[in-house]
């Protein structure tokens, strides 16, 4: 049987739903570690505050690239000085601490296409401090 490979990766979870986890071959190089975007967000989503996360990598003097991380809390779940440390020891123990993000910006809602998809070069815009250009194809 011949399988194409698209580039998006997937996951069953124990009660055997499947989790779409987005491209696979998005990565970020810090201090020379190929770091998966998607890995990062799903270290994040699996902390039980963090409802959804986008990971962006930003220009950095001293490990070239470093993680941005964007989060919708769950509900009931407030920010706090508290949160973005507990969110990055959590990061670094699920995958490292090469892996943590630099920065852990807790927002309302992420910039998404009318087909859900997840704009991330207005993410990286937000990350670089930049313009991030035309946004009429966002779905609000």
């Given at each position: ?12 979870d124990e ?28 270290a994040l ?7 959804e996360a ?87």
């Amino acid at each position: 049987m011949d399988v194409d490979f698209a580039g998006d990766g997937a996951k069953w979870d124990e009660d055997g739903a499947i989790w779409l986890l987005g491209r696979v071959d998005d990565v970020m190089n810090v201090s020379g570690h190929r770091i998966s975007t998607t890995e990062v967000e799903s270290a994040l989503v699996s902390n039980h505050i963090v409802a959804e996360a986008a990971v962006v990598g930003a220009n950095d003097d001293t490990t070239g690239q470093a993680i941005v991380a964007f989060v919708i809390l769950r509900a009931h779940e407030h920010d706090g000085p508290e949160v973005a440390k507990m969110l990055r020891d959590h990061v670094a123990k699920e995958i490292g601490a090469i892996a943590k993000p630099r920065q852990i910006l807790v927002v309302s809602e992420l910039p998404k296409t009318r087909s859900g998809k997840i704009v991330r070069r207005a993410l990286k815009a937000k990350a670089l401090g930049q313009d991030p250009g035309d946004l009429s194809t966002l779905a609000d």
